[in-house]
Structures are given as structure tokens and as C-alpha cells.
């Protein structure tokens, strides 16, 4: 079975340019999070997708993020513009979840983001 | 107050110890908790998960819950220099419609060889 599939692997922009990270989850799996973990910090949640919609976004920082699920399947995380403080590692995890038994995530490899 | 708080470390024990990471949450609605390994610059790995009061083993892990102390812990057997890693904790509260999970920062262990 594939993982889950982040790329890029890094990403270096300036400040005020647009970035997409992209999330491929595991085949078959509904739930769909972001995360990211800024230097010395601990990671923390973004945003859950259930298929294409989104079931949670408390987590996102303000409305420079914007995500996107089409179809259910792979994911996308723009960051527009981007400002310093977006430097990070952005993970995306997966999880087929039963509402009653939750389940471990499954974490991609991360985007390691850094805005100069 | 962080709703989840591990020590940072490093802990170094030697190799064929017992590691014992700990890890203390705030959020009384939680009702789940995992736990993390992470290698350097990889992604988290699951451990254990568990959601009741006691023990419970798998392998050389045994994962500890005590609810009313608020409490979580992983215990590591025979460690093994392969172990060395960051150890994340993670909480996620009751049976809500989102599956967020709440993580503390991570204790670095190092296993001696």
C-alpha cells in the first residue's frame, strides 16, 4: 500500500509569492488533515477534510491558506502571499476513521517550506 | 498552559534499559492518545494508541493511562540505539465530528549504545 504523498519535499519562496503543497493520502482513505510544525514549536492542526468536504478548519491561521480537496482524493495547501512566519514543515496525515473507533493517522513525509 | 506538555529532554538511557516518556494533558474532554515517533527530518510514526485506564503492551512498548491524574506514558523495553528519536505525545478529545489531535512538543531519547 502507498503512504501518503507530499510534495514538494522543500520549498523555498520570497516573501509575497504564492505556494501550493500538494497531498496524495492513502487510497480509500475519507479523512484528510493538515498539519504543520513551525521551528521550536509543536504541530498543530490546520484543517480535516471528510472526501471533499471540509469538517474542520479551526486550525487555519487566517486567510492567506486556502485548501482545497476536489473529487474527494488528493489535496492542495495555498499559501497566498506568503509571509515569514508560514516557515515550516506542513504535514499531511490520513486516516480512514470510524466515527466511534478512532484510528491513528498515517503522516506524509512533510513539506519543509521556507520564506525568505 | 500547553493542553499537552512533554519534557523536551534529551533522555539518554543505556542500550537494554527501560525508556519511560511522559506526558501530561489538561483537556479533561480528551479521551484518546497516541504516540509518535519521529525520526529526524521523517514524518510521525505511530506507536500505540489508547483510550482506557491501565496498561497496554505491544512488543517492547507499553503505553500507560491514568485519567483522573491526567496522565500518559510510553514505556520502551530492552532500548535499542535504533530508538533514538523524538517521541511525540497526542491527545484528541471525545467522539466530536473532527478527529484533531493535539500535540505536545516531543521528548528527544537517546539510547546509549
Known amino acids: 500500500e502507498a503512504g501518503v504523498t507530499q510534495f514538494p519535499s522543500h520549498s523555498v519562496i520570497e516573501k509575497g509569492q504564492t505556494v501550493t503543497l500538494r497531498c496524495d493520502p492513502i487510497s480509500g482513505h475519507d479523512n484528510l488533515y493538515w498539519y504543520r510544525r513551525v521551528m521550536g514549536k509543536e504541530i498543530k492542526f490546520l484543517l480535516h477534510f471528510v472526501k471533499e468536504s471540509k469538517q474542520d478548519e479551526s486550525g487555519m491561521p487566517n486567510n492567506r491558506f486556502l485548501a482545497e480537496r476536489t473529487g474527494g482524493t488528493y489535496s492542495t495547501l495555498k499559501v497566498q502571499p506568503a509571509e515569514l512566519e508560514d516557515s515550516g514543515v506542513y504535514f499531511c496525515?490520513?486516516?480512514?476513521?470510524?466515527?466511534?473507533?478512532?484510528?491513528?493517522?498515517?503522516f506524509g513525509s512533510g513539506t519543509r517550506l521556507t520564506v525568505v | 498552559q500547553k493542553e499537552v506538555e512533554q519534557n523536551s529532554g534529551p533522555l539518554s538511557v543505556p542500550e537494554g534499559a527501560i525508556a519511560s516518556l511522559n506526558c501530561t494533558y489538561s483537556d479533561r474532554g480528551s479521551q484518546s492518545f497516541f504516540w509518535y515517533r519521529q525520526y529526524s527530518g521523517k514524518s510521525p510514526e505511530l506507536i500505540m494508541s489508547?483510550?482506557?485506564?491501565g496498561d497496554k503492551e505491544d512488543g517492547r512498548f507499553t503505553a500507560q493511562l491514568n485519567k483522573a491524574s491526567q496522565y500518559v506514558s510510553l514505556l520502551i523495553r530492552d532500548s535499542q540505539p535504533s530508538d533514538s528519536a523524538t517521541y511525540l505525545c497526542a491527545s484528541r478529545r471525545g467522539m466530536d465530528s473532527s478527529y484533531k489531535l493535539i500535540f505536545g512538543s516531543g521528548t528527544r531519547l537517546l539510547v546509549r549504545p
Open positions: 496525515a490520513s486516516s480512514q476513521g470510524i466515527r466511534d473507533r478512532p484510528y491513528g493517522y498515517t
Open positions: 489508547i483510550y482506557s485506564n
